[in-house]
T-cell receptor
Framework: AQRVTQPEKLLSVFKGAPVELKCNYS??????LFWYVQYSRQRLQLLLR??SRESIKGFTADLNKGETSFHLKKPFAQEEDSAMYYC????????????FGKGTRLSVIA | DGGITQSPKYLFRKEGQNVTLSCEQN?????MYWYRQDPGQGLRLIYY???????QKGDIAEGYSVSREKKESFPLTVTSAQKNPTAFYLC???????????????FGPGTRLTVL
């Protein structure tokens, strides 16, 4: 069965410090992985997808198939990065549901 | 924000009552989804529909029912059989992106259901 693990419920960092939100997955096929973010009083929105290999708001995430990980990183945290972050795995290709991790709340301290 | 709307924003229900949560999208998306969000649990899939007049159970479908009579609408009914219905409910939709292998899911603002 597919599973997404985010080991940290809460991560607190100081402004300007590096951030790494961990995500590990279990899946027997070729995974499609995503990071979603939920800012306070806003709806859940897509932040990154592994297939795009892009940097959004300074965040990057690299798919490591050997370690089955998709950690989210940012070199210098900003206060506006404080939010709930969810790692997600697509079950199959196409219009199919996502499997979400339990989420990590990032708190950036000024 | 447009695209996906959910109503009402807050809903209160007495024990033993059924209640229906609305989800509408004007994105012309084929697929729609219902997730339940609980603190410390992440999002869990209740039901999903990839096409009109068809839907599939998710991981926690017991005590819930859905219908998909129109492409733009995917209402969720929380029945009295659902043991712990108090939660935040999120609706999402997606479409097959041409020439790409992913399908971004767009989320609604959510409905918070409280059982009194």
């Amino acid at each position: 069965a597919q599973r997404v693990t985010q080991p940290e419920k809460l991560l607190s960092v100081f402004k300007g410090a590096p951030v790494e939100l961990k995500c590990n997955y279990s899946y027997s096929g070729s995974p499609e992985l995503f990071w979603y973010v939920q800012y306070s009083r806003q709806r859940l929105q897509l932040l990154l997808r592994h297939i795009s290999r892009e940097s959004i708001k300074g965040f990057t995430a690299d798919l490591n198939k050997g370690e089955t990980s998709f950690h989210l990183k940012k070199p210098f945290a900003q206060e506006e990065d404080s939010a709930m972050y969810y790692c997600a795995l697509r079950r199959n290709s196409g219009n199919t549901p996502l499997v979400f991790g339990k989420g990590t709340r990032l708190s950036v301290i000024a | 924000d447009g695209g996906i709307t959910q109503s009402p924003k807050y809903l209160f229900r007495k024990e033993g009552q059924n209640v229906t949560l609305s989800c509408e999208q004007n994105l012309n998306h084929d697929a729609m989804y219902w997730y339940r969000q609980d603190p410390g649990q992440g999002l869990r899939l209740i039901y999903y529909s990839q096409i009109v007049n068809d839907f599939q159970k998710g991981d926690i479908a017991e005590g819930y029912s859905v219908s998909r009579e129109k492409k733009e609408s995917f209402p969720l009914t929380v029945t009295s059989a659902q043991k712990n219905p108090t939660a935040f409910y999120l609706c999402a939709s997606s479409t097959q992106a041409p020439a790409l292998s992913y399908n971004e899911q767009f989320f609604g603002p959510g409905t918070r259901l409280t059982v009194l």
